[in-house]
């Protein structure tokens, strides 16, 4: 389960999605988002459907990986279509046995619920599949650049975001190989009830905090070591330019967006 996890990857490629503007491309992820939580019924997903199939095959990135992304929140998804069967009580009964009712509406919802999940976590770990995190960081921090007139530290967050984001897939790796090595000696982490399986958590997580601050220790020590003080006069090996593709991919979204809320507002 762990390695289906591949939130904060990078995968490097020579898309258009790639070669993007990272900056224009938190803002097009920002206007998906929008996308999404716009319309209240599904033919308005449909739309948001169709703009992220098209980022998916435009990025080359394998379908896979996207499939793998959204299998770890699986239990989840399950948990929010149970509830919404069960608590939503409007519209006609499709389905009665004893206390339990279902009905049209609760399906509808269900449905409506998981589609928006899968959509969220498709479209928004394109962002990182497609751009490193360097590139991230760089790009974050020049979209925030207008709240250092206010003392924000902008530089300070949007490294830290990186920096959070870069070793996701590093503490996933270190999970897997404390269980491994759990398991190799014995210990029962899969099995038994709920309360036996906490318990045997405790054995995965106390190596894993003390792994992680080492780990942070080190990073700390090699950025000192190098001289690092924040963003304060610091210069950059790639300078960020926009380019036609660019206002080409904003206005496409923006074209996306606006037919979500027609649609949203023809359905009403």
Not at 47 to 76: N, Q, R
Not at 133 to 143: G, K, N, V, W, Y
Not at 153 to 164: T, Y
Not at 233 to 246: E, H, V
Request: aromatic share 10%; hydrophobic share 50%.
């Amino acid at each position: 389960m762990l390695r289906d996890i591949t939130i904060g990857q990078y995968f490097p490629g020579e898309s258009i999605i790639h070669r993007l503007d990272p900056r224009f491309k938190i803002v097009i992820t920002f206007i998906y988002i929008l996308m999404l939580f716009t319309g209240s019924n599904i033919v308005c997903l449909a739309v948001g459907a169709v703009y992220t199939i098209m980022a998916i095959l435009i990025s080359k990135i394998p379908f896979k990986m996207f499939v793998k992304s959204i299998k770890p929140i699986f239990p989840f998804l399950i948990l929010t279509a149970v509830m919404n069967l069960v608590f939503v009580g409007s519209g006609d009964i499709v389905f009665e046995w004893k206390f339990l009712k279902i009905t049209q509406d609760a399906i509808n919802t269900s449905v409506f619920m998981i589609v928006r999940i899968v959509l969220l976590i498709a479209g928004s770990s394109l962002l990182t599949y497609t751009t490193s995190p360097i590139t991230l960081t760089d790009a974050i921090e020049r979209l925030l650049s207008p709240l250092k007139k206010i003392k924000v530290p902008v530089h300070e967050l949007a490294m830290m975001m990186s920096i959070a984001l870069r070793f996701i897939p590093t503490l996933i790796e270190e999970t897997d190989k404390i269980m491994s090595a759990q398991k190799a000696r014995g210990a029962e982490i899969d099995t038994g009830s709920f309360t036996t399986r906490a318990k045997n958590m405790v054995s995965i997580l106390v190596p894993l905090f003390i792994s992680s601050f080492r780990r942070a220790d080190e990073l700390a020590t090699a950025m000192e070591c190098r001289c690092y003080h924040g963003g304060e006069g610091r210069t950059r090996l790639r300078q960020m330019k926009s380019a036609s593709r660019d206002y080409i991919a904003l206005v496409l979204t923006l074209v996306f967006y606006g037919g979500a809320i027609a649609v949203n507002i023809l359905a009403d």
